[in-house]
């Protein structure tokens, strides 16, 4: 289990220190947990700070009891947390399979590699020896970045809105990806998402807001007020962002 | 010959002992080995150090070694090659040097490679250079390299410098008939002192004629690279030439290419990048559970590879 422990995060601003995280607590069991919320309210900030890219102003951060606040990037990595990063990195001169068989942490056959391609809906015979570059679409390099975390097949696996930059043909193929992700994998997934689909396959809903948690339950609980209310202001929001919708 | 320069052959031409089919090894500025085959001949020249390789027009799937390897103090040689390939032909040429120097004074191959690619002929060429040893005298070579494509011709270079080469000038001209090809990959990487400078100089001459001339190169530690290359585009033909350059430590690089269209139908483009490694490609890297140098390593080899 993950668990953060009032975390907090400032990082400098036009106006001096800007808080973008504030006394965030938040436990995260073994399932499928989304994190929701409006564009700025520090969702991916949460997300890094996890796998340790960016280090906390105050807080800490336990794995399965574990302090690993002062870890790094790599410890983390190897204690079993994955990274999907929203923007995927471009490498010249490393393939699809170079990085896919990184990620698996041994040197595996084309088999094993076009088989995370498969899950991830791409035909591996066509990119499996490609390197991972600007020839590459955003949407292929996403699906891509989310094939090396299933090759980790950590305990705890982060996606930064793997929707993102994926067309609906590919984005059918990537809800069965959570789907199945879901059913079989026995750890902690946390998505950052805005999408409707993903969400309604969620085991736990948190609602991240200007820097807070203002929302934590399951999708029954959360997911009505979230996304029912088409026409007018949605509570959970509205509340998230001080009345301000 | 020695282990040290079975060695160097191993590392510069992938080769374990003597290659079956044609070659020529110099090993010490004397003949190693030569093997010379129906479709491929050899003869030493009478007037100046080199060879001439002769293969027949229509020659298919035959590969012809001509590696160098110097394991001497104190020694320089400039050395002439002239390859000539049938019309027709398709084959594959692996040269390269590698040089061994323990010693204090100078190890230094200046090689002169003319190609004369025939009609419709395909050629790949595959050169590496690597200098090795603990001794304080140099290990430079300077690689000049003269290519000629008949009508129809392809060339396709891959040149290597893989570690080792405290100095080096390579020069690379081309001129390129009608429909003609030229494809040329450099791969380069200088650490310590080092220095490398590389010359590209492709006239695409005859109509339809194409050349694609790429260098990836990584600069460590002082050393300092020079990347020049020049298309000149004299007849209805496309040209792109690109530079990728990673810098690491005090390291510097210059890249100048040049394109210059002598004709309305010219197409020609150059691409030049120099930057430290991406942050953004060790962190993702490290989320995969690699430590900073590894992913370094990860990333520079790739780049190179």
Redesign the interface.
Known sequence: MLELVNISFSAPSENGEKEILKNINLKLDDGFNVITGPNGGGKSTLAKII?G?ITPTNGKILLDGEDITNL???ER??KG???A?QQ??R?????VH?LIS??S?KDIGMTEACDFLSQVGLCARDYINREVNASLSGGELKRIEIA?VLA?GTKVSLFDEPEAGIDLWSFNSLIKVFEKLHETLGGSIMIISHQERILNIADKVIVVANGTIKATGTKEEILPELLGNTMGPCKVLTDALGGAN | MQNTELDLLKMIADIDGIPSGAHNIRANGETGSRVVTENVDIVTKTDKPGIDIIIKAGTKGESVHIPVVISKTDYTETVYNDFYIGDDADVTIMAGCGIHNCGDGEARHDGIHTFYVGKNAKVKYIEKHYGEGDGTGGKNMNPTTIINIADGGYMEMETTQIKGIDSTNRITNAVLGAEAKLVIHEKLMTHGTQFAGTDFTVDLNGENSSANVVSRSVAKDTSHQKFLSKINGNNKCSGHTECDAIIMDDATVTAVPEITANHIDASLIHEAAIGKIAGEQLIKLMTLGLTESQAEEQIVNGFLK
Not at chain 1, 91 to 95: Q, Y
């Open positions: 796998a890219i790094s990037i790599t990595a190897n947390i994955s990274f990063f995927p990195v490498f010249k001169g490393i393939t170079d990184l990620a942490g090396t980790r």
